[in-house]
């Protein structure tokens, strides 16, 4: 059970590294291919068509620099969850200004053929935002 842990934590760690990136491609790499993408203030993509279309536009508003840190990860057969906290910065593309960004997630991932992807994923703001 703590070796899946350390994978998905690693899954994890590569969906920070492609947020920051702004990379459609990377990000959609770690989903399933009909993973939810429920983003706060935006509509709800299912499907990678639909998962796809949010990041690219979500990517052309914003620009992120966060750091994720993992408050728990539960293993339950080929599926898991992970409840996460990230801090960091949005930069807002069409002005150049910058914010803080803290949000609270949680990531529902599944066990396939080419290891553990995102299955489904929300964020919200943290109360100290």
């Given amino acids: 059970m703590r ?7 690693g899954v994890l ?4 590294a492609a947020l920051n990136a702004s990379d459609v491609a990377q990000v959609e790499a770690l989903y399933t291919p009909d993973g939810v993408f429920m ?3 935006f509509p709800t993509a299912e499907g990678e068509d639909a998962v796809r279309a ?14 994720f840190t993992i408050d728990e990860i539960s293993v ?7 409840r996460t906290r990230s801090v960091g910065t949005v930069k ?12 609270r997630e949680l990531f ?8 553990w992807k995102i299955a489904r994923y929300l964020f919200n703001k943290s109360s100290q935002s």
């Fill in 108 to 115: 529902v991932l599944r066990r396939t053929g080419e290891g």
């Fill in 54 to 67: 949010s990041y690219t536009a979500i990517f052309g508003m914003i620009q992120l620099n966060v750091r």
């Fill in 92 to 103: 807002v593309l069409a002005t150049g200004t910058a914010a803080p960004e803290e949000n």
């Fill in 39 to 41: 983003p706060a203030g």
């Fill in 3 to 9: 070796h899946e842990q350390e994978v998905i934590a």
């Fill in 13 to 16: 760690k590569a969906y920070e």
């Fill in 76 to 82: 339950q057969g080929d599926l898991a969850f992970a």
